[in-house]
């Protein structure tokens, strides 16, 4: 069996056992006792605890790669002069598609109207963290202390400090070229400790989706289910026509090709609600299964990572439009571009963690004169939700690079079309262990 296979069976059984638990739970199926014993001994004993290591391994690998790779990447660029063009291209496709994301949610809010009709909940509150102004996202994406933005994992900072390192190695003669190859064989270790972690993935996965769906109700999806079920149609509306219909018209590949090799980021971006903590698997499935270089892999994986938030910016849109007819509230044409352009921006200062789109629809509500405390109203199913957006956006980051690097010509069509990539994967990883 593959490890797709695995992750995907993993994925199935886990939120099988979790309804189970869940619906255990509701109903005292099983008795108090062995319910509480159950929830002791596994949900909050051993899925929990498998489901914690998982996710702090993954993360122990995402500033070590992203900065090895990302050093081996633009000293490849900069000898040949690419990397403005490469970070033009990146950016641009990246804004590109949020401000498609955003402007089909507030379309798909305004057609559908999920909140009309609906009497605004109780008298619960949400308290929205400060946002930092723009001018100050913009300066913070230059470091003052590299080593300081590795121990915060500021993915932006690491970005440009990596950007800066390799431009100077390529720049340096010999002692650079020295250099150069130190960080090329720390890359194959790194993604060798990759590998090794990739074994364990199916374990986490089941962990992770047994203890969240033991946990998550149903009765918030009952009562908010029209607006859950437009932000989920979105989602799946932008991740599987929006960049298919771009990947063809901009690359002319074969879109099925990559939905089906992305399976496995998809699954653990599904699982951890993460872009970050997804970037290891993400980046390894870009350069190992659609053949991207890691001279492009390595910069437009961990930047679409941080800026690249269109399933953040469908939520965003969809909640803005149900917010505003909960409260009977009409914000008008101007906004609505108002809403398209700060979500847009606020995009690029959105960290790559569980949750934090809700901080950044507090500022877009702000803008447009909207109770702050209508946030309250959604947070039942935003996890939910939140595990759906972030695999439309490693799916928006796969699909980025991917046309990037065929324009760059570093893309190997050959590993692109193969489609027994899973079997020889298997067999090199068997060979090398």
């Known amino acids: 069996m593959g490890l797709t296979t695995k992750i995907l069976l993993a994925m199935v059984l886990g939120i099988a056992a979790g309804v189970l638990f869940n619906f255990n739970n509701t109903s005292g199926f099983l008795g108090s006792g062995a319910s509480k014993l159950i929830n002791e001994l596994l949900v909050n004993g051993l899925f929990d605890i498998v489901g914690r290591i998982f996710i702090a391994s993954l993360k122990l690998m995402v500033v070590p790669l992203v900065l090895v790779s990302l050093i081996c990447g633009a000293c490849a660029l900069s000898e040949s002069s690419r990397v403005g063009v490469l970070a033009g291209k990146t950016v641009g496709l990246y804004m590109l598609t949020t401000a498609i994301a955003i402007s089909l949610a507030l379309l798909m809010g305004t057609l559908i109207q999920p909140g009309a009709g609906m009497a605004v909940a109780g008298s619960s509150s949400f308290e929205p963290q400060a946002s930092p102004p723009l001018t100050d996202v913009l300066v913070n994406i230059f470091p003052t202390n590299p080593v300081d933005a590795m121990a915060k994992g500021n993915m932006l900072q690491i970005i440009v400090f990596a950007l800066l390192m390799g431009y100077a190695i390529s720049r340096s003669g010999k002692p650079g070229q020295r250099i150069a190859s130190f960080f090329q064989d720390l890359n194959e270790v790194i993604m060798r400790m990759v590998g090794l972690l990739m074994k364990f993935a199916p374990y986490g996965v089941f962990a992770l989706l ?14 908010l289910g029209k607006y859950f079920f437009v932000v989920l149609f979105t989602l799946l509306l932008h991740g599987l026509g ?11 590949l074969n879109p099925l090709k990559l939905l089906k ?17 997804t970037i290891p698997v993400t980046l390894t499935a870009v350069e190992k299964r659609l053949g991207v270089d890691n001279r492009v892999a390595a910069f437009t994986i961990p930047l679409g990572a941080t800026i690249n938030m269109d399933g953040t910016a469908i939520m965003q849109g969809v909640a803005t439009a149900f917010i505003a007819q909960v409260y009977g509230i009409e914000i008008g044409l101007m906004g609505y571009l108002t809403v398209v352009l700060t979500a847009t921006l606020a995009s690029v200062g959105t960290a790559g963690v569980p949750g934090v789109g809700l901080i ?37 980051d796969s699909v980025v690079s991917t046309i990037v690097a065929k324009s760059e010509n570093a893309l190997s069509l050959e590993t692109f079309n193969d489609s027994n990539y899973e079997s020889k994967l298997s067999e090199k990883m068997a060979s090398a262990h």
């Not at 090799?261 to 903590?277: D, G, I, L, N």
């Open 210 to 223: 047994a203890k969240l769906f033991s946990e998550l109700g149903w009765n918030a999806i009952l009562q």
């Open 242 to 252: 929006v960049y298919t219909l771009l990947l063809k018209l901009l690359s002319g």
């Open 261 to 277: 090799k992305m399976r496995s980021p998809m699954v653990f971006a599904f699982s951890t609600a993460s872009s970050s903590a």
């Open 360 to 396: 950044t629809l507090a500022m877009v509500l702000q803008q447009v004169g909207l109770p702050v405390e209508g946030i309250a109203i959604i947070m039942g199913v935003d996890r939910l939700l939140d595990m759906v957006r972030t695999s439309v956006n490693i799916t928006g």
